[in-house]
């Protein structure tokens, strides 16, 4: 069975980030999205909070699980029997950040592989970052993020 990891912050999924989700679904025996805990980062949603809305966002995808986890993505890799890690691009400037992340990966475990997938252009512009400016400021966040982060969102102000 081959199982990818698709691990990143997710605070909130995106559009852009199912796309990428759902190909690599396609690719993929299982594809695990795990949310990361990143000490150095403080949250807009909990973990807790993005775990759940995730497994409401891709209840239709059968071969998907939905996960957290803290340390290194090979480390979490390998303990789910992972040989993949997942990443998205969106344009050009995420290419530098991501080939410099799956070389470290490599390094530090040559056994796994990292797949980079292209968004679809109209999600090539959706950052978790952006879609969370928008909503600080009342702007409409519905053709960023999925209907029940959207409700999820909106039930907080």
Do not use: W
């Not at 299982?30 to 209840?59: D, H, P, Y």
């Amino acid at each position: 069975m081959k199982t990818a990891i698709y691990a990143g912050s997710f605070d909130p999924v995106t559009y852009g980030h199912l796309d990428v989700l759902k190909s690599g679904a396609e690719i993929f025996d299982k594809v695990i999205i795990a949310v990361s805990r990143n000490i150095k980062k403080k949250g807009f949603l909990t973990v807790e909070e993005r775990v759940e809305l995730i497994k409401q966002a891709v209840s239709n995808i059968k071969n998907v699980e939905v996960a957290s986890f803290d340390g290194l993505t090979v480390d979490f890799a390998k303990r789910n029997n992972a040989k993949f890690l997942l990443r998205g691009l969106r344009a050009v400037s995420d290419y530098e950040y991501e080939m410099q992340l799956s070389q470290t990966n490599q390094k530090l475990s040559p056994d796994i592989k990292t797949v980079f997938l292209i968004t679809k252009p109209e999600y090539s512009f959706i950052s978790s970052s952006t879609v969370r400016e928008i909503y600080y400021n009342n702007g409409e966040i519905s053709q960023f993020v999925p209907k029940c982060v959207e409700d999820y969102l909106k039930s907080k102000k």
